[in-house]
């Protein structure tokens, strides 16, 4: 088995890159999303005080407990908390000395005291993911200390241990978002014609989804067919003893992550996600090196990797064949695709395999520890260092056996069986860490929305209930002459909110009250979150929002919807929000009970604040993706001057 120390550095390094795109994106929001004045304030959260070290890790572990003792309200907290994470991130990308446990450690705190104040605006999988990813990386790093007379190692022996958590959060992402597309019942995965909408309903389009919208059907039900290849069966192979097949199960994830990013935005998630895929390969993927075993060796070698190779894609072209139906057409120019199983028959397959996911799981953890405890023995010299591995070993493969078991309470959610038959002690451990977000459960696209059309909540201002203008968003479909645009990894939070309010109701997205009551009162730091304002020089009296149901635009001519400068065409469906009022007395009962007329503290300005609102005003209010990938290019570059005149 092939060493992991270039994979494990390579996991660290996209780790830092991933933090810098999450921290840099959130802090070009923060007034406008959880400031003083923006739509959910973060200063109406109660945060308990902190007295002791102890009191820190009851309740919701946030350094925005700490603030006061420096002298910063809530909204420069999580501004010096982001800009913390983001001269933490970025020296981590930079100086491989930074990539150890401790500053790890700092940017999964930094992330989570953000993330505990974040409200519905942070309530996304990939936030959570980030948060586990991240605390492996506390696990996964070296413990850097360097002394005069004695330093630790960089690498060691149980780094292919720590590395597979990642593999085995890599495989209960993938799987669980594969079964749960089966197990909702959705008649659109079930039928295959998944994709024949998604393009369309997806929250933020780039320009290129308009294109594949337009596939042809069969091709389209071909991908649904592959998204259920990649996310169910092949993620078994990230196990598998053959680097070969390991690899194919990289190249295969990284396909469907490119395939999705090129067509949507889903901010730093997929980029998240091909991060995870890099526990799938070893240092001779990185460095080319040529494994050295004698001549009989390499024959065995290469004949056990032909067979298991050759039978492992020759099972899968027999899943698609035997249960996605997948044959040619009539003229043999298409590919046609159909699930052929039953759904009685594929919960029986799921109760019986969820199990053996887990068996396999601990199998191959258990593989880990002892090739890490085979090369202590071997490499090591002398007995003392043969010792202190061993015991280093046995001390993370603890550490990792807790982990693994903690989260089979989430990954379970997946069969009722297998969650019931877990130790009650197991579940007694989850309950007590979960405010950690340790371990989460996982499972998109679950159910497709917008089959029957793009649903759109657009927002209009009026001065005199005659003419009604439309508030413009950043990056979500309004103006159906406007291009989509790429914007990953920026994510806009506001956008994506805007996309799940229209998928319900307003009683369910209370948090848009809020915003129509700022945009009432013409409120700078939330007008900062949206394009085009149509009332500049004065707030609107009235506001009222319709619910749309948009659809891309057609290429054929003879289609009720082509159109030679249009992406959309849209079709009004009903009242969204009645017209209110600044002085609505609902609107203001609400807004009262939810404390957002909430006297705003006074804190006496120190040095800090005043550094904070210095940076605020130098950066002032650019665009998240412009804002990213400034930061973004300059770590870039300074990695490539290093690496060149080293």
Sequence with gaps: MAWVRATRDSFLWCMSVMYLFAFSSFYVQIPGLLGDNGILPARVIELEEVNSFADFFRGKPTLLRLMPYLGLSTEKGMEFLCLAGIVLSFLCMIVKYFMNSIEYFFLWLLYLSLYQVGQTFFYFQWD?????????CILIAPLSINLVIWETARY????????????????????????????????TWWGLTALDYHFESQCIPTPLSWYAHHLPSWLLHLGVTATFLIEIVIPFLFFAPIKHLRRFAFYSQLLLQIGIILTGNYNFFNLLTITLCVSLLDDDFFQKRKARHSKKKVLWYRVTDWVLTAAAYGYIIYILV?????????????????????KSEFTDWLAKVVPYTIII???SLGIEVLVSLIRCWQTEKGFFRKLSSSFGVCLMAGVASCMFVISLVPYTVLDVKSNTNLKPEIKSWYRTLDHLH?????????????????????????KDMKTWKEYQFLYKPGNVT?????????????????WFAALGNYQHN??????????????PEVLELIRHNPFSHAPPKYLRAKLYHYHYTSPKQMSVRYSEVDWWARENITEYLPILVENDQGLNEW?????????????????????????????????????????????LTINFISKYFA
């Design 128 to 136: 959570i993911l980030l948060l586990e990813a991240g605390f492996l």
């Design 156 to 187: 060691h022996h149980h780094d292919n241990i720590t590395l597979f958590l990642v593999k085995w959060l890599l495989f209960r992402l993938m799987f669980a978002s594969g079964v749960v597309k089966l197990t909702s019942m959705c008649p």
């Design 361 to 363: 799981g601990a199998i």
């Design 322 to 342: 035997k249960y996605f139906g997948l044959s040619f057409g009539p003229d043999y120019t298409t590919l046609k695709t159909k699930i052929t199983f039953t």
């Design 482 to 498: 406007e291009r989509p645009v790429f914007v990953a990894p920026h994510q806009p939070r506001l956008d994506w909110q805007m």
């Design 438 to 462: 340790l371990t989460s459960s996982y499972g998109l696209f679950r159910v497709m929305t917008g089959v029957g059309g793009r649903p759109e909540v657009i927002i209009e201002g009026s």
């Design 591 to 635: 807004l009262l009970e939810n404390g957002i007329f909430q006297p705003i503290k006074a804190v006496p300005s120190n040095l800090l604040a005043k550094l904070l609102t210095q940076i605020r005003q130098y950066i002032g209010q650019p665009d998240g993706f412009t804002f990213i990938m400034s930061i973004f290019s300059t770590g």
């Design 510 to 523: 209370p948090w848009l009250l809020t915003f129509c009551y700022r945009l009432l009162t013409g409120q």
